[in-house]
């Protein structure tokens, strides 16, 4: 059972020390450095499906190199056995720390547990695990996928307030199984049941990846003729969706409301050009926090279990404003 954060009991916004003990992971009393003193940690990332993820890898592989870690970076490709496998390598190289982002929120006790027995830390970046036993990593490092789903229907529960007639919605998931499209979703339904109006008429995932966003989107614009809002669980599918909006000749973020998560550069875009209704930021920029906590860890200091992940929403107005120093 993922562990619930509910926002409201995490205060702060970088650090959250919910200290307990050392936060689990293995019961090493802090592992020595590699030979040369420098700290090795292995990095196994889900892959490179869109501008949120390829942002990420930069800011891991940037900050690892200011921190003057030895950084051992591989790229599962979307796979979740590629991700085992780089986890079992990192554990037969002997790294100092072990970090990655799961590319779905199960199975992964087995090889988690291989870490621990060799004595090896886990860091959670990005998305969270479902595993029962949280003395398998030492924290999660990442954003709430439930807070960032409520910001988007709240959002969609103003700009309908006072209004009476039926709203259709369809929604492109994310990745099957992930911890962001689980937790989207769920965040969004509870907020929109307010308004018994509003119908979720579709819902299908498009991997996050904006070629499926455009495809699946066209399949909904084929069978439901009457669209009123889109609810993307990133700005890349929503930018797919853009592209089969327009091409079945409406107008996205008229005829079609459009709300995304992420606020990368390419959705903060079309939000300023009014493609795009509401974005809900998801930064990206975990590397320098995630390489403060590696250090900590392998001089076996505590580190809070929970570090909370600062961002916040944008509307067209405030993209405008916010576009010119966008880090990514
Ligand atoms: C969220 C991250 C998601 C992004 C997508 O933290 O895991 O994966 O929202 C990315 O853009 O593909």
Same mark, same amino acid.
């Given at each position: 059972m993922r562990r619930n954060w509910s926002a409201a009991a995490l205060t702060g916004v970088l650090a959250v020390s919910v200290l307990a003990g050392c936060g689990g992971g293995g019961d090493d009393a802090g592992s020595d450095s590699g030979s040369d003193g420098k700290i090795t940690l292995g990095f196994s990332q889900v892959g490179a499906e869109s501008g949120w993820r390829t942002a990420n890898t930069k800011s891991i592989q940037e900050s690892a190199a200011s921190a003057g870690i030895d950084l051992k970076f591989s790229d599962a490709q979307g796979k979740q056995e590629n991700q085992i496998s780089a986890i079992r390598n990192f554990i037969t190289q002997k790294v100092d720390v072990i970090a990655f982002s799961p590319v779905v929120t199960s199975g992964w006790d087995a090889v988690l547990k291989e870490a621990k027995d060799a004595g090896i830390p886990v860091i959670l970046t990005d998305r969270a695990v479902d595993s029962q036993d949280t003395s398998l990593y030492k924290t999660f490092i990442g954003s709430d996928f439930i807070v960032e789903g409520e910001k988007a229907g709240d959002w969609l529960v103003k700009e309908y307030e006072g209004k009476t007639e039926p709203v259709n919605i369809v929604e492109l998931q994310g990745t099957t199984g992930s911890a962001p499209a689980l937790d989207r979703q769920k965040g969004f339904a509870e907020k929109i049941a307010? &308004?018994? &109006?509003?119908?979720?008429v579709k819902s299908q995932t498009g991997d996050f990846k904006r070629a499926d966003g455009k495809t699946v989107m066209e399949t909904f614009l084929q069978s439901t003729p009457d669209i009123d809002v889109l609810y993307a669980h990133n700005d890349d599918m929503g930018l797919g969706a853009i592209e089969a909006i327009e091409a079945a000749g409406k107008k996205p973020g008229t005829d079609i409301k459009i709300i995304t998560v992420d606020a990368v550069k390419d959705g903060m875009t079309a939000l300023s050009e009014g493609k795009i209704n509401f974005i809900v930021e998801c930064s990206p920029l975990l590397g320098p926090q995630l390489m403060d906590l590696v250090k900590k860890v392998d001089a076996g200091e505590e580190i809070p279990t929970r570090v909370l992940t600062e961002e916040t929403t944008f509307t067209q107005a405030q993209a405008k404003e916010a576009l010119p120093t966008r880090q990514y």
């Open positions: 307010a &308004n018994p &109006n509003f119908k979720i």
